[in-house]
């Protein structure tokens, strides 16, 4: 695949991607183009995956990068509310265009599509997929240099469409200090194993709280695991704290101003080597 792909194989000749014979890759609406796309992934619910798909969107945004988030969980979508989105998006007859945080970031969600914010989505595990992918396939997203997808949890439909739908360039894991995280996260990398995709890093939320007061450092949900899994997987591991800071930002619509992520650094560093 050539370094300068726009995934958008409906106008390339070059005869990789989606133009390989047997791909399942979904081409772009033409005129769309994204260069590189990072799927956050856990393998369960509850452990920060939609935060840890904001703060890596910010920070792409802040270093200079033409930046995106796709919201595949459509079902749950949060980060609208993150990032203080509340105008509906709106379509043309070439396709959806995405609405853009404060700071300019891209975003799709279903949420942004929905009369009310808390209608639920109501549809089979099938149709919840193909919108997922129609997220990709009919949104016009304007040169994004980086795409960040929220995945839903687990391994099923939606991940599975995602992983063989999207040019991925790589996941990050996220993970929680707790004993059986360690086969949860196992499950997620063997998934990427079996598609092809390489796993760029692991981020473990809620590793410790630092005390406001005295600063001493608790791992109130157990030992960290952050050091077994570098040690074992030979990847960047992420430790970030219990925040109630992250919190109320996001709570807030303001995930965007959080400044607390010097952890993600060395993570990020690896996502921009793919």
């Given at each position: 695949?050539?370094?300068?792909?726009?995934?958008n194989?409906?106008?390339?000749?070059?005869g990789c991607?989606?133009?390989?014979?047997?791909?399942?890759?979904?081409?772009?609406?033409?005129?769309?183009?994204?260069?590189?796309?990072?799927?956050?992934?856990?393998?369960?619910?509850?452990?920060?995956?939609?935060?840890?798909?904001?703060?890596?969107?910010?920070?792409?945004?802040?270093?200079?990068?033409?930046?995106?988030?796709?919201d595949?969980?459509?079902?749950?979508?949060s980060?609208?509310?993150?990032?203080?989105?509340?105008?509906?998006?709106?379509?043309?007859?070439?396709?959806?265009l995405?609405?853009?945080?404060?700071?300019?970031?891209?975003?799709?969600?279903?949420?942004?599509?929905?009369?009310?914010?808390?209608?639920?989505?109501?549809?089979?595990?099938?149709?919840?997929?193909?919108?997922?992918?129609?997220?990709?396939?009919?949104?016009?997203?304007?040169?994004?240099?980086?795409?960040?997808?929220?995945?839903?949890?687990?391994?099923?439909?939606?991940?599975?469409?995602?992983?063989?739908?999207?040019?991925?360039?790589?996941?990050?894991?996220?993970?929680?200090?707790?004993?059986?995280?360690?086969?949860?996260?196992?499950?997620?990398?063997?998934?990427?194993?079996?598609?092809?995709?390489?796993?760029?890093?692991?981020?473990?939320?809620?590793?410790?709280?630092?005390?406001?007061c005295?600063?001493?450092?608790t791992?109130?949900?157990?030992?960290?695991?952050?050091?077994?899994?570098?040690?074992?997987?030979?990847?960047?591991?992420?430790?970030?704290?219990?925040?109630?800071?992250l919190?109320?930002?996001?709570?807030?619509?303001?995930?965007?101003?959080?400044?607390?992520?010097?952890?993600?650094?060395?993570?990020?560093?690896?996502?921009?080597?793919?």
């Amino acid at each position: 695949m050539s370094e300068n792909c726009t995934h958008n194989c409906s106008t390339c000749s070059k005869g990789c991607g989606a133009n390989q014979e047997g791909s399942l890759i979904k081409s772009l609406s033409p005129g769309a183009s994204v260069k590189k796309v990072i799927a956050v992934v856990s393998g369960k619910g509850g452990v920060g995956k939609s935060a840890t798909c904001a703060l890596l969107a910010a920070m792409s945004k802040k270093k200079g990068y033409t930046t995106a988030v796709l919201d595949a969980d459509v079902t749950g979508p949060s980060l609208p509310k993150m990032f203080g989105v509340n105008q509906k998006a709106r379509g043309t007859e070439a396709g959806l265009l995405p609405v853009r945080s404060p700071s300019g970031i891209q975003t799709m969600s279903m949420n942004l599509l929905l009369e009310e914010d808390t209608q639920p989505v109501l549809w089979r595990g099938s149709l919840i997929a193909g919108a997922a992918v129609q997220f990709w396939t009919d949104v016009l997203w304007e040169d994004v240099d980086y795409m960040f997808v929220d995945m839903p949890p687990g391994t099923g439909d939606v991940p599975l469409s995602i992983f063989q739908s999207l040019p991925l360039a790589g996941i990050v894991v996220v993970t929680t200090p707790q004993d059986l995280v360690k086969m949860i996260v196992e499950k997620a990398l063997n998934m990427a194993d079996k598609m092809n995709v390489p796993v760029l890093g692991l981020v473990e939320n809620m590793s410790y709280y630092v005390c406001p007061c005295c600063g001493e450092k608790t791992e109130i949900f157990g030992q960290s695991k952050a050091g077994l899994f570098a040690n074992e997987y030979g990847m960047p591991v992420a430790r970030m704290p219990i925040d109630p800071t992250l919190a109320a930002l996001a709570d807030a619509g303001k995930i965007e101003e959080y400044s607390n992520t010097q952890a993600l650094e060395a993570l990020f560093e690896q996502i921009e080597k793919v």
